[in-house]
């Protein structure tokens, strides 16, 4: 069950800056598998330029590579896909970071009494990639690898409340917004309110908004290269404001740590192969 279920560079950034020593062609290269993961998998030529800033001869031949390796595919429609080369490798990154997030999940449901999750914001849908659940007999139980819509969930909340309100518009007209529950926000108008109060505020809430009688609590990772967020779930009654109150500095501190941790992984793994 998800979060909130009992029993995106962001299209449009430019590519990130990187520090010199690096391979230009391999960094333009990713920069685009990026752009077409944050379009949602799917992309035309002439938006990748737009997107990526780089020359249309440069996108066709490192597109054309990356398709002769299997990293992208081209539709019928002439449009650009991500390949299914990529899934292994995504499977296997999923995995090491549900290790690496563990001990930080399993200090905050140690603290709180009450699961807590990790989620990704992968194209316009939140995957589930670590929980460590509640001691609790009556707890909230996350599915790894479950994808939700970001609108109604806390950790889809506090992620989207970090890209541009232009990114997080596209985003919800890709995936609509359905309501799961009569809390369910569904007017695009008022859910840019709630992002603003997220952001203001620096944590996300879900209010019943996934599923009835179940609130959750999230912050979103800040610094790294994938968007990522942390969150406590727990039935209404449990996660009063007190213990909401309680536990967002937690979570602020589970995340800047876990932060730490994976930027630190991809510092030594880059000095690895620079040795």
């Known amino acids: 069950m998800s979060e909130s279920n009992t029993g995106l560079a962001a299209a449009g950034a430019q590519p990130h800056a990187r520090a010199s020593g690096g391979v230009q062609s391999l960094e333009r290269a990713f920069d685009l598998l990026e752009v077409m993961a944050d379009a949602g998998g799917v992309i035309g030529l002439s938006r990748l330029a ?25 539709e019928p429609s002439r449009q650009y896909s991500l390949g299914p080369r990529l899934i292994r490798l ?25 699961s807590a999750n990790l989620a990704m914001l992968d194209g316009d849908r939140v995957v589930y990639v670590a929980q460590v659940q509640s001691k609790q007999s009556m707890r909230m139980f996350t599915e790894v690898g479950r994808r939700v819509y970001p609108h109604c969930t806390a950790v889809g909340k506090a992620m989207l409340a970090h890209l541009p309100p232009s990114d997080v518009q596209a985003l919800l007209g890709r995936s609509g917004m359905p309501a799961h529950t009569e809390h369910t926000i569904t007017e695009p108008a008022r859910f840019a309110e709630e992002i603003d109060r ?9 209010d019943g908004e996934q ?7 999230a912050v979103s990772l800040l610094g790294t290269s994938n968007r990522l967020a942390v969150s406590v779930s727990g039935p209404a009654p449990r996660m009063t404001p007190e213990v909401v109150e309680r536990a967002v500095p937690l979570l ?24």
Do not use: F
């Not at 602020?252 to 040795?275: F, H, K, P």
């Open 50 to 74: 737009q997107e990526s800033g780089l020359a249309l001869p440069t996108i066709h031949r490192l597109v054309r590579t990356l398709v002769d390796l299997g990293y992208v595919r081209q």
């Open 211 to 217: 599923e009835i009688g179940v609130r959750c609590v």
């Open 252 to 275: 602020r501190q589970a995340a800047e740590n876990l932060a730490d941790v994976l930027n630190v992984n991809r510092s030594s793994d880059a000095d690895r192969v620079a040795g």
């Open 198 to 206: 997220v952001r203001a505020q620096g944590y996300a809430v879900d």
């Open 90 to 114: 995504g499977e296997s990154a999923s995995r090491l970071l549900g290790t690496w997030s563990r001990p930080y999940l399993a200090a905050l449901v140690d603290a709180l009494g009450e």
